[in-house]
């Protein structure tokens, strides 16, 4: 059973740019979501994807944006990068409908620096 | 809304030591929880869950934590510490929007 995998580990863009982080669902997952870990805090939801759409989203702007693929990887799509989005990126992945019971894997996340 | 509290920002414990992390949630309904631990630099790692049945829970690496509906409390406890444990400790609540609520965790130093 191979675990959630997140590409790349680190990233650093200018302030305006955009970026694109990937993500790898579990094995037998399903769904996918994507957190934002600001240093020293806690995970923030950014959203969710089931079935290759958008079910559920947190109070990001639209800026932010994501995919799901049909072999339930993702990406994670930021544009116009400010320097409040430095942040550890975080995916985790589930299984519909035991997710909210069974929990979520997390991936090693993507370390993203805006400079 | 749903939310999860974390009142102890940092914790430090000499190694063999007993500990305590305490996590208190606002939910209407019955609540899904769970505790993370998180290594620095790392993700997070699923300690253990809640959701219905028996409220003392037991899970990984010889954590264990009580549901207590009456003090809506959900502490994590280890009965003996090791310098390996020294972490970030995350609770949470499944929420209704898909998502879950983390707390601002809290940082568990082990002396030795």
């Known amino acids: 059973e191979t675990g959630v995998t997140q590409s790349p580990t680190h990233l650093i863009k200018t302030r305006g740019q955009q970026v694109t982080l990937r993500c790898s669902s579990q094995?037998?997952?399903?769904?996918v979501s994507w957190y934002q870990q600001a240093l020293g805090q806690g995970p923030q939801f950014i959203f969710q994807?089931?079935?290759?759409?958008?079910?559920g989203r947190g109070n990001f702007p639209p800026r932010f944006s994501g995919l799901q693929f049909p072999n339930y990887s993702s990406e994670l799509n930021v544009n116009a990068l400010e320097l409040d989005d430095s942040a550890l990126y975080l995916c985790?992945?589930?299984?519909?409908?035991?997710?909210?019971?069974?929990?979520?894997?997390f991936g090693s996340g993507t370390r993203l620096t805006v400079v | 809304a749903q939310s999860v509290t974390q009142p102890d920002i940092h914790i430090t414990v000499s190694e063999g030591a007993s500990l305590e992390l305490r996590c208190n949630y606002s939910?209407?309904?019955?609540?899904?929880l769970f505790w993370y631990v998180q290594s620095p630099g790392q993700g997070l790692q699923l300690l253990l869950k809640?959701?219905?049945?028996?409220?003392l829970v037991q899970g990984i690496k010889g954590f264990e934590a009580e549901f207590k509906r009456s003090q809506s409390s959900f502490n994590l406890r280890k009965p003996s510490v090791h310098w390996s444990d020294a972490a970030e400790y995350f609770c949470?609540?499944?929420?209704?929007?898909?998502?879950?609520?983390f707390g601002a965790g809290t940082r568990l130093t082990v002396k030795p």
């Open positions: 994807y089931y079935r290759e759409e958008e079910n």
């Open positions: 939910y209407g309904a019955t609540p899904y």
């Open positions: 094995s037998g997952h399903n769904t």
């Open positions: 985790a992945s589930s299984f519909y409908p035991d997710r909210r019971s069974n929990g979520y894997t």
């Open positions: 809640y959701f219905s049945g028996d409220t």
């Open positions: 949470a609540v499944g929420s209704d929007n898909n998502d879950m609520r």
